[in-house]
């Protein structure tokens, strides 16, 4: 009950009170042929599908209202009166209900033959209950009614847990979800849009399976509990553009996108896609994305496409041992924190870093790249790892810059060996002596850093040893170079 009380004080409540799902709101708003149809005047208002409700309204803040549509509270805070909404939310009412369900579930069920995989009735049999207020304890009591839930649930109050595990084809466009929502091992057939949903509960849809592409887009979860959606099959996609996680973590681990995962713009508050498959064909996008806090794509297998193009990495990101198959794309990117991409699977295609801004440590250890690779005009606040990696011949650091200098301390504690073991100069050709050298300058701009930066007298005097015997020696003989003059070419 104190959750309801506090329903009015939401943004999302708020916007259902705006779109007015009064008796008089109903005539404004129409019917819809097919859970992916928009609604059109051609089929009719629901007003005239609460036609029976006419003569039962009830007079509450200044609106008349259905019973099944009257609110526990105004925008302002008001409390409906108890008496009133006792009798309001009896079970008679919910009887009514309870059988437009069952109505729906029977048509289906009558039409067997068809499979349910691409059955239409999945999404043209269903029953209207949009802007319906939802009592606290009628799904958690109503969860195995029917087997097949076929529902247009567009801007409905759910003020008690939602919770069902069998066949769900439902459109939940700009629902209010107030409690739990439990759909774990819940087969979503012919319709699964969560679009402008908002989840103030936990959310938990691990080993689902959505036969149809997923669309929880400008879905907005703000329980601090975590939101699973972990070893879930995704046949056809899923949309998250504009979603925000922005109390709790979200757990995609183990999950497998079948086909394009959209995650434009998506803000995370800790984010797990470990072990995640984003399968061939089809790209992972996460351009503009915001990553607060722990961030793992650790063993993430990568289809045709990594979009992270201008996304933004507040906390520690963990790429360790992800598998990328087809180009990377990190341009514009922003790592806050730490980040790691080291592992023993080569990049396959080409990699793009250019204009990215490491503020901390990144680690490209052990890693093949084996295709052109730029970090073109990308800046590094400390010194990068590439223990072990081999670099490809076309390979890029033109207008990359440090931030750390002679006076500042934002470089991190020197790093050596990952230049010592490094691969990447033994496998050019001499046509590629010029861009060598220029990398060699990049690293001695670096170490020149770095040794300033260092304060233990002995520390700085190494660092300037092994600069002037592994570096500057071989940018001194390098065939048909200019004199060096201390700067990117």
């Known amino acids: 009950m104190a959750r309801t009380m506090e329903l009015w004080k939401t943004k999302a409540f708020k916007r259902w009170w705006e779109e007015d799902w009064s008796w008089d709101g109903l005539r404004t708003k129409y019917r819809r042929p097919h859970l992916y149809f928009w609604p059109s005047e051609s089929y009719g208002t629901l007003q005239e599908v609460w036609d029976s409700e006419r003569n039962e309204l009830i007079e509450f803040a200044g609106r008349r209202w259905t019973r099944f549509h009257l609110p526990p509270v105004d925008p302002a805070g008001n409390v409906c009166p108890a008496e009133v909404l006792l009798k309001a939310k009896d079970a008679t009412v919910w009887n009514v209900l309870e059988e437009n369900l069952k109505s729906a579930a029977h048509r289906i069920e009558s039409r067997s033959e068809v499979a349910p995989e691409v059955d239409s009735s999945y999404t043209s049999d269903f029953v209207s209950m949009c802007g319906i207020v939802f009592a606290e304890d009628f799904w958690s009591e109503r969860k195995d009614l029917v087997p097949h839930l076929v529902a247009d649930f567009e801007s409905a109050v759910f003020l008690g847990e939602f919770s069902w595990s069998g066949h769900i084809s439902v459109s939940c466009r700009r629902a209010l979800f107030c409690d739990k929502v439990l759909a774990r091992g819940a087969t979503f057939i012919g319709c699964a849009n969560f679009e402008g949903a908002s989840f103030s509960g936990e959310c ?150 250019e204009n990215a801004t490491f503020s901390d440590d990144v680690n490209f250890s052990d890693r093949k790249f084996t295709a052109h690779t730029s970090f073109a005009r990308a800046t590094f606040g400390g010194v990068p790892e590439f223990y072990g990696a081999d670099l490809h011949a076309d390979t890029t650091f033109a207008g990359a810059r440090l931030r750390g200098d002679q006076n500042s301390h934002a470089m991190a504690r020197p790093r050596r060996q990952w230049f010592q073991n490094s691969r990447m100069y033994d496998q050019r050709p001499l046509w590629k002596w010029r861009r060598k050298v220029r990398d060699e300058r990049y690293f001695q701009e670096m170490m020149e850093a770095e040794t300033h930066r260092t304060p233990r007298h002995l520390k700085r005097r190494r660092l300037r040893i092994y600069k002037y015997r592994h570096i500057l020696p071989f940018a001194l003989r390098a065939p048909g170079m200019e004199r060096f003059d201390g700067n990117m070419i």
């Open 204 to 353: 938990w849809f691990s080993d689902a399976s959505f036969r149809v592409s997923a669309e929880f887009s400008g879905a907005a979860f703000s329980n601090p509990n975590t939101a699973f959606f972990s070893h879930i099959q995704f046949h056809q996609g899923a949309s998250f553009n504009d979603a925000a996680f922005s109390s709790g973590g979200c757990y995609f681990a183990h999950s497998n996108f079948v086909s394009t995962g959209f995650f434009d713009r998506t803000t995370f508050n800790g984010a797990d896609f470990s072990h995640v498959t984003f399968s061939s064909p089809y790209p992972a996008v996460f351009r503009r994305a915001t990553f607060r806090g722990y961030t793992r794509f650790e063993g993430t297998r990568f289809g045709d496409e990594a979009e992270f193009s201008d996304t933004r990495f507040e906390g520690t990101a963990e790429f360790k041992d992800a598998v990328f198959s087809g180009e990377v794309k990190f341009n514009g990117a922003k790592f806050e924190g730490e980040a790691s991409f080291a592992g023993a699977t080569p990049f396959a295609e080409q990699v793009d870093y």
